[in-house]
């Protein structure tokens, strides 16, 4: 009986570009980058982005919240969500290289009490009963290593993200890539979530549109969430107040 070829993962490895480190899958494309001196700060626009979904939780109970992401990249989110805020935090990712990787050259600490990486594929194991309606906040970053786009965007795989989330919980997707459709993606997410779930920013210079997913459609209104911006600020240095300018309910096209 013929055995299953064993997976062939892109080669990683990392470059240096000034004070920062970028982590590659064997192409030019930046999976993810890292401060050298600042190992918990987020490098990249869009990457401060995938955290916007604190403007719709209480900021105070924030640390309590239980963090997933599906993809490590350089581990930014999973090292920034575990140590700099304090939450239960998950990240899945299908590559062990990758993981080597982020401990190796990215300052991701072994996993702990708060922390764990689970090596398997997103798909599936977003579908392990542990995790339905366990998960706060869902950061989807799920690319190759040509970046085209992402490896997982179809209305079942949204509905399954869905499904992880609790009744306030949010998603928060990066939708990147030469040949992806952001009105294809965000209709997929559309028929998961519903059309009155979305948000989104404008894409970032570097073309990176992040687009957010309430598991229950809510609006706080622009006052409350200035003042949770300016909480979230305050607690963790990032630019909230520019989210509440930049993030508008999505208007689906017929």
């Not at 919240?65 to 575990?82: E, H, V, W």
């Not at 401990?103 to 702990?112: E, H, V």
């Not at 194991?125 to 179809?154: C, H, K, M, N, T």
Request: aromatic share 8%; with cysteine.
């Amino acid at each position: 009986m013929a055995q299953n070829a064993p997976i062939q993962h892109p080669e990683v490895n990392f470059s240096e570009e000034g004070p920062i480190r970028h982590l590659h899958l064997g192409s030019i494309w930046v999976q993810g980058s890292m401060y050298l001196d600042d190992p918990l700060r987020l490098v990249h626009e869009y990457i401060q982005r995938m955290m916007a979904w604190m403007l719709f939780m209480d900021p105070a109970g924030i640390p309590r919240r239980q963090a997933m992401q599906l993809g490590l990249g350089a581990g930014s989110l999973t090292k920034f969500c575990s140590q700099s805020v304090g939450m239960q935090t998950t990240a899945i990712e299908h590559n062990p290289q990758v993981l080597q990787a982020c401990r190796g050259w990215f300052k991701l600490p072994t996993d702990n009490a708060r922390m764990r990486v689970v090596l398997a594929d997103a798909a599936l194991e977003i579908r392990q009963p542990q995790w339905l309606g366990a998960i706060d906040a869902l950061q989807v970053d799920l690319y190759d290593d040509e970046a085209a786009a992402p490896v997982l965007d179809s209305p079942e795989f949204y509905a399954d993200c869905r499904n992880l989330l609790t009744p306030d919980g949010c998603m928060t997707v990066n939708l990147f890539g030469r040949s992806s459709s952001f009105d294809q993606s965000v209709a997929k997410m559309a028929a998961a979530f519903g059309p009155d779930a979305l948000w989104a920013f404008k894409p970032t210079r570097e073309g990176n549109t992040v687009v957010l997913a309430q598991r229950t459609p809510v609006n706080p209104g622009r006052a409350l969430m200035l003042e949770r911006a300016d909480a979230i600020q305050r607690a963790w240095g990032l630019p909230a107040a520019k989210w509440v300018r930049g993030l508008t309910p999505v208007a689906l096209r017929s």
